[in-house]
């Protein structure tokens, strides 16, 4: 038997929980489920904060700013950590996600608004970014898998308890409370963190150099279909996703020939296996900004409570979850079958909201049902491709590069929420989304909005096929 098989055999999840390993455990829990939490609440409670200080047509804008804001600060966390330490790192990322909550709380217009979601995703992402960086520190490494697993099942965990927080505070209008709830938690998790992490530096392994012009070219890219979401002309709008493509085109022009890199080599090379494998989770991940959206079209058009709207949005989570823990355990033709299988349960999914969602006259239980299971088929879609594209890109990544590869993966899914969040914003406003008392605008609007998850579902469908013939060709 070998080492690596022996090690894996003598780990087990006291090791983690209890013990030596316990108060890490419970740290790094912690920030996920602070971090988990705060993006449900907020989405939950989205619909009543427009209500009161509007700014409708930024509703988007609350998600792309969030993750984008994660994206950049992630790519500068390992700096910090390595001149800070652990410790000072995590209470630095506490002390920054703090004073967003506060500004979230007491935004009075969407403007300001913005600016605490951002600095809450400057926070959030240093965090998130800091828990899974720990890993490999705290830990042996025969308890690694343990320990990433620990903090993908708080995560799902989490999800769980987001929309009733946040549906809490929407259903007797005090969404400023919601946020405000966060600064004593996250100063309960500050002092947590500084009293029971040990104190480690990335003494012994310095941090790459940061591709920062990719970075730019990747948020230059998003805040351009952003802004066009603003436009009132159709030419603006056309000029603003005109802007947008040139920036992702020269970004994967630079990746080509920089000497420091954002992805691994061959990432930005149309046709690779590596770029369809991230085509298709970028594709796969645009489709599930459905979660993002759907609280403000139940509780709009169907009357449901923000509560209830909450824990249903939450459903396409709970279907990713769930199917990826199933779909982990196929092999060979059978993951095949699932990675092509995910895109067309994820277009059945979509399609069925685009014709369920603006039958505002029509609700009741029944139709409400149609579209909990809508959202269910849209989280499965890409529940049972995600473990295995996770997989491939690896595999078609060089051994040299599989650290990047990693990092890779997490930027992608940002990125891909992100642009995915600003350029349904984009749609919805030019299809009605931003007419606040017209409700068949807002009807119109949900019916273009998941025709083009639709259409981007095709899209990861073919990209899916190529992948797989790809990946053929390969084991053969």
């Known amino acids: 038997m070998s080492a690596s098989i022996e090690q894996s055999d003598q780990a087990r999840w006291s090791d983690v929980l209890w013990g030596t390993h316990a108060p890490v455990s419970a740290v790094l829990a912690g920030g996920i489920i602070l971090h988990a939490v705060n993006i449900n609440i907020s989405a939950t409670m989205l619909p009543s904060i427009v209500s009161e200080i509007g700014g409708q047509g930024l509703y988007a804008w609350n998600a792309t700013l969030f993750t984008l804001a994660a994206i950049l600060s992630a790519a500068v966390t390992g700096k910090i950590f390595q001149r800070l330490g652990a410790k000072s790192a995590f209470a630095l990322s506490g002390v920054v996600f703090a004073l967003g909550s506060l500004i979230t709380a007491a935004a009075p217009s969407m403007p300001i608004m913005l600016v605490g979601r951002s600095i809450q995703g400057i926070g959030g992402g240093m965090m998130f970014t800091l828990c899974y960086s720990m890993i490999v520190f705290a830990y042996p490494e025969r308890l690694w898998s343990r320990a990433v697993a620990l903090l993908s099942g708080t995560w799902g965990i989490a999800m769980l308890f987001g929309p009733a927080v946040g549906g809490m505070f ?8 919601g946020f405000a709830s966060l600064l004593p938690v996250t100063g309960l998790y500050i002092l947590m963190a500084w009293r029971m992490l040990p104190s480690i530096r990335k003494e012994l392994s310095p941090v790459a150099p940061i591709a920062f012009g990719q970075l730019a070219l990747l948020a230059g890219s998003v805040l351009a279909i952003s802004t066009a979401s603003l436009s009132t002309s159709p030419l603006g709008a056309i000029l603003g996703v005109a802007l947008s493509v040139v920036m992702v085109l020269v970004l994967m022009r630079r990746e080509k020939t920089a000497e420091v890199r954002l992805f691994p080599r061959g990432a930005m090379l149309p046709g690779s296996p590596l770029f369809l494998a991230f085509a298709v989770m970028s594709l796969l991940i645009f489709c599930v900004n459905a979660e993002f959206f759907m609280p403000f079209f139940l509780q709009r058009l169907h009357g449901l409570s923000p509560l209830v709207a909450g824990y249903i949005a939450a459903l396409v989570s709970i279907g990713w979850a769930s199917s990826e823990v199933y ?17 067309l349960v994820m277009l059945a999914g979509t399609l069925t909201l685009a014709l369920a969602t603006p039958m505002h006259t029509s609700a009741g239980a029944g139709l409400t049902t149609v ?32 650290e990047n590869a990693a990092s890779a993966l997490s930027t992608i899914q940002m990125f891909a929420v992100s642009f995915g969040t600003a350029v349904a914003g984009l749609v919805a406003n030019l299809s009605g989304f931003n007419n606040k008392n017209d409700i068949g605008a807002t009807a119109n609007s949900s019916i273009w909005l998941f025709v083009t998850f639709a259409g981007v579902a095709v899209l990861s469908a073919v990209a899916s096929k190529s992948l797989i013939a790809t990946q053929k060709v390969r084991a053969e």
């Open 327 to 343: 779909s982990a355990k196929f092999t060979g033709r059978a993951m095949h079958r699932t990675v092509l299988a995910g895109p």
């Open 170 to 177: 929407a259903e007797y209008d005090a969404w400023r409370g």
């Open 371 to 402: 579209l909990a299971l809508s959202l269910v088929l849209v989280g499965i879609g890409i529940g049972v491709s995600w473990p295995h594209l996770n997989t491939f890109a690896l595999q078609f990544t060089d051994e040299a590069e599989k």
